[in-house]
C-alpha cells in the first residue's frame, strides 16, 4: 500500500509539473471582461469591446465591471463574486483582466478553481494580474500575460500586441525577434516561461501562489520603482533561491524607474545584468512587454525557445 501511495503521489507531481491544455479560441467564441483590482470606466474598456467584436468574438462583460470602492473595482466580496463567476462559466472560453492596479491579492484566497478545473479558460493581463497568473501555475495550468482593455492605443487596428493576444488564445505559434543589447548575454535554451511583474512576484514569495522557477525562462517587468527596490526584490528572490536554477531570463520593460540616494551611476538594466552576473544561462534585456506600450502576449506555463545571440534574439512558442 505504502509502495502504491508512493506511486501515485509520484505521477501525480509528474502531471502538474506540466501545464494542462487550454482552449483555442475561435470566433463566436466568449471573452469575458472582469475587474479583479482597481477601479475602470466604460471609456476605457469601449475600445477593447469593439476590437474584439469587430473580429468576431463574443464579448460577456462583468455586471459588477464598473463598481467603485475606495479606488478598487468594488468591495473584496464583490470582486471575488465577479472573478468567480466568470470562473465559473463554461461558456467562458478566455477571462480578460480589465486592469492592474493593485488589489488582485486580496482576492485570490477566495478564489474557488473546482469548475475551472473542469473547463480550464485563459485567464489573460499584466501588472497586479500576475498574482493570478503565477497562482494558476502553482495549480498547473498557463495563463496569458497581454494587453488589457486599459490603454486605448493597445485596440487600435493594427496594433501588434493586440494582434498577439488573439494569436496566443488561438493556439498560433509566436515568434517574436527583437534587438540585442550589450548587457545580454548570449545562448539558446529552450524552457517554460515564468514570471511577470517583479513587484508581485516579490510579494507572493513563500505563499501559495509563489511560483517554482527551477528550469523555467524567467520573465520579469516593472514601473515606477526606484532603482534600489529593483535591487531588493532580485536581491530576495536570489536569496530564496529564485534565480538560481534558471535556465534564462527575459527583461522587459523597466519603466519610469527612478534613481534617488543609490546606484546614481547605475541604469536599472545595468544593475540588473550585475545582479545575474554569478549566473551563466543567457538573458536578455528590452524584450517588449509590460508598461511601455509595448506588450507581447506571453503564455506563461507554456514552453518556448529562447535564443539570445549578438546580432538579435528571438522568441518561439511553437504550441502544440
Given at each position: 500500500m505504502?509502495?502504491?501511495?508512493l506511486?501515485?503521489?509520484f505521477?501525480?507531481?509528474?502531471?502538474?509539473?506540466?501545464?494542462?491544455?487550454?482552449?483555442?479560441l475561435?470566433?463566436?467564441?466568449?471573452?469575458?471582461?472582469?475587474?479583479?483590482a482597481s477601479?475602470?470606466t466604460?471609456?476605457?474598456?469601449?475600445p477593447?469591446?469593439e476590437y474584439?467584436?469587430q473580429?468576431g468574438?463574443?464579448?460577456?462583460?462583468?455586471?459588477?465591471?464598473?463598481?467603485?470602492a475606495e479606488?478598487?473595482?468594488g468591495t473584496v466580496?464583490?470582486?471575488?463574486?465577479?472573478?468567480?463567476e466568470?470562473?465559473d462559466r463554461?461558456?467562458?472560453?478566455?477571462?480578460?483582466?480589465?486592469?492592474?492596479?493593485?488589489?488582485?491579492v486580496?482576492?485570490?484566497?477566495?478564489?474557488?478553481?473546482s469548475?475551472?478545473?473542469q473547463?480550464?479558460?485563459?485567464?489573460?493581463g499584466?501588472?497586479?494580474?500576475?498574482?493570478?497568473?503565477s497562482?494558476?501555475?502553482?495549480?498547473?495550468?498557463?495563463?496569458?500575460?497581454?494587453?488589457m482593455p486599459?490603454?486605448?492605443?493597445?485596440?487600435?487596428?493594427?496594433?501588434?500586441?493586440?494582434a498577439?493576444?488573439?494569436?496566443?488564445?488561438?493556439?498560433?505559434?509566436?515568434?517574436?525577434?527583437?534587438?540585442a543589447?550589450?548587457?545580454?548575454?548570449?545562448?539558446?535554451?529552450t524552457?517554460?516561461?515564468?514570471g511577470?511583474?517583479?513587484s508581485?512576484?516579490?510579494?507572493l514569495?513563500?505563499s501559495?501562489?509563489?511560483?517554482?522557477?527551477d528550469?523555467?525562462?524567467?520573465?520579469?517587468?516593472?514601473?515606477?520603482?526606484?532603482?534600489?527596490?529593483?535591487?531588493?526584490?532580485?536581491?530576495?528572490?536570489?536569496?530564496?533561491?529564485?534565480?538560481?536554477?534558471?535556465k534564462?531570463?527575459?527583461?522587459g520593460?523597466?519603466?519610469?524607474?527612478t534613481?534617488?540616494?543609490?546606484?546614481?551611476?547605475?541604469d536599472v538594466y545595468?544593475?540588473?545584468?550585475?545582479?545575474?552576473?554569478?549566473?551563466?544561462y543567457p538573458?536578455?534585456?528590452?524584450?517588449?512587454?509590460?508598461?511601455g506600450?509595448?506588450?507581447?502576449?506571453l503564455?506563461m506555463?507554456?514552453t518556448a525557445t529562447?535564443?539570445?545571440s549578438?546580432?538579435g534574439?528571438?522568441?518561439?512558442f511553437?504550441?502544440?
Open positions: 505504502k509502495r502504491i501511495s506511486v501515485l503521489c505521477c501525480l507531481s509528474v502531471l502538474s509539473a506540466f501545464p494542462q491544455a487550454m482552449p483555442r475561435k470566433t463566436g467564441d466568449t471573452i469575458a471582461i472582469v475587474a479583479p477601479a475602470v466604460p471609456e476605457q474598456v469601449e477593447a469591446v474584439l467584436q473580429r468574438f463574443r464579448v460577456l462583460l462583468s455586471p459588477m465591471l464598473y463598481e467603485q479606488g478598487f473595482a466580496p464583490q470582486r471575488v463574486a465577479a472573478f468567480q466568470m470562473l463554461p461558456g467562458v472560453k478566455a477571462i480578460l483582466c480589465a486592469r492592474g492596479g493593485y488589489g488582485t486580496a482576492i485570490i484566497d477566495s478564489l474557488d478553481f469548475a475551472f478545473r473547463h480550464p479558460k485563459w485567464v489573460c499584466y501588472s497586479d494580474v500576475t498574482v493570478l497568473l497562482h494558476l501555475h502553482t495549480l498547473g495550468y498557463p495563463a496569458l500575460h497581454s494587453v486599459i490603454g486605448t492605443r493597445a485596440w487600435q487596428p493594427g496594433n501588434i500586441y493586440a498577439s493576444f488573439l494569436n496566443a488564445l488561438k493556439g498560433k505559434m509566436l515568434h517574436y525577434k527583437f534587438e543589447s550589450p548587457l545580454n548575454r548570449t545562448g539558446m535554451v524552457a517554460p516561461v515564468v511577470g511583474n517583479l508581485l512576484l516579490y510579494s514569495l513563500g501559495v501562489s509563489d511560483i517554482d522557477t528550469g523555467k525562462i524567467l520573465f520579469i517587468e516593472d514601473v515606477d520603482e526606484n532603482i534600489y527596490h529593483i535591487d531588493r526584490m532580485l536581491r530576495a528572490l536570489d536569496r530564496a533561491g529564485k534565480l538560481k536554477n534558471l534564462g531570463v527575459i527583461v520593460g523597466m519603466t519610469k524607474i534613481v534617488s540616494d543609490y546606484y546614481q551611476n547605475h545595468s544593475l540588473i545584468a550585475e545582479i545575474l552576473g554569478k549566473y551563466d538573458v536578455c534585456f528590452g524584450f517588449p512587454a509590460g508598461h506600450g509595448q506588450n507581447y502576449a503564455p506555463g507554456e529562447l535564443k539570445v549578438e546580432g534574439c528571438s522568441l518561439i511553437r504550441r502544440n
